[in-house]
């Protein structure tokens, strides 16, 4: 819709709320979360379709504020974790969709790049992989079990040794965002790298359909976990980068809010993948059917909660 449409259609609402949060009756939490959502939603709106306008602006100031009374002073809302994943991660998910798909872009592409290297020198698996990972599982395919890596430790330990892990490599691929962006994709790049080497040495040895059934029980969601903590990082990157209409302190200062909510969502699907690979992917026996079906659990949860149903819950809210 035409800016002005948008601006008729939403003043009178933006106006109750700028007069609630200077009234008497700001001291009603749930009136303002409520009206603080419509207006983070307008604002998400507004920066898509006229991010050189006046209104975003207006709109941020108006949020910025919100915010500060909402979730400093009020008491904490009961419902507001079941809001935080149902509504507001979701929309800032749809907001930072493009940095989601550069991020899984350049996985994408180390990949391939992975897999044809190791396809066409003998020492490029080495080189990535180490010596002592590619001699351990050379000797685990002699022994009949090529993928026993992941029955040495214990299950608790093991679940909370790649858990911590897996949540300290998306607080590095923040961090590296520090580096412009350049840093980040470096670390996405690498991993990449390393499953296109490690999926590529499977297939060499005739094995690649035992692996892919194994290591995405748990790397389904951990891949892309990663694809997301990547992602902030870039955002933080291009914060600094490319601070538009804001000062470049602020527009870092906006980065780093941003970045630090999208790890804030990851987090669950790192104690996931953690708990697939300490407990369930070491049983390398299980029925191919049973293996599958958490593969594709995985992967459908990720295309609905990730890509589907953000798209669906914006233009549901700004259909109003």
């Known amino acids: 819709m035409k800016e002005i449409v ?15 949060l200077t009234g008497t009756d700001r001291d009603n939490p749930d009136k303002l979360a409520d009206l603080f959502i419509q207006v983070t939603d307008d604002l998400a709106y507004a920066r898509t379709y006229y991010p050189k306008s006046t209104v975003v602006k207006y709109l941020n100031n108006l949020a910025f504020r919100s915010h500060q009374l909402i979730y400093v002073n009020k008491k904490e809302n009961k419902k507001r974790l079941q809001l935080f994943w149902k509504q507001e991660y979701p929309l800032h998910i749809f907001g930072i ?57 214990n299950q608790a330990d093991m ?28 670390l ?61 302190l602020a527009s870092f200062k906006r980065g780093v809010k941003k970045s630090i909510k999208t790890l804030v969502g990851v987090v669950p699907l790192f104690m996931v993948a953690g708990f697939f690979e300490g407990f369930i992917t070491r049983y390398t026996s299980m029925p191919v059917v049973l293996r599958l079906g958490i593969i594709l659990s995985s992967l459908i949860f990720i295309v609905w909660y990730f890509f589907i149903y953000p798209v669906r819950l914006f233009k549901k809210i700004t259909k109003k």
């Open 6 to 20: 948008f601006v008729n259609r939403n003043a009178d609402r933006w106006k109750q709320f700028e007069d609630l």
């Open 97 to 153: 969709r493009k940095y989601i798909l550069f991020s899984l872009a350049i996985l994408l592409i180390s990949v391939i790049i992975g897999v044809i290297s190791t396809l066409n020198d003998n020492t490029f698996v080495r080189l990535i992989l180490g010596d002592s990972y590619v001699n351990m599982t050379l000797n685990n395919i002699d022994k009949g079990d090529p993928l026993a890596v992941y029955k040495e430790m």
């Open 159 to 186: 679940f909370l040794g790649i858990t911590l892990n897996n949540i300290l490599v998306s607080v590095y691929a923040f961090l590296f965002g520090l580096l412009l962006s350049v840093g980040t994709a470096y």
């Open 188 to 248: 996405i790049f690498q991993n990449g790298i390393m499953l296109g080497t490690f999926l590529t040495l499977f297939y060499q040895k005739g094995l690649l359909g035992s692996a892919m059934l194994t290591i995405w029980i748990h790397g389904t969601l951990e891949i892309f976990a990663i694809v997301v903590a990547g992602a902030a990082g870039i955002i933080l990157g291009n914060s600094i980068l490319f601070p538009g209409t804001y000062s470049r």
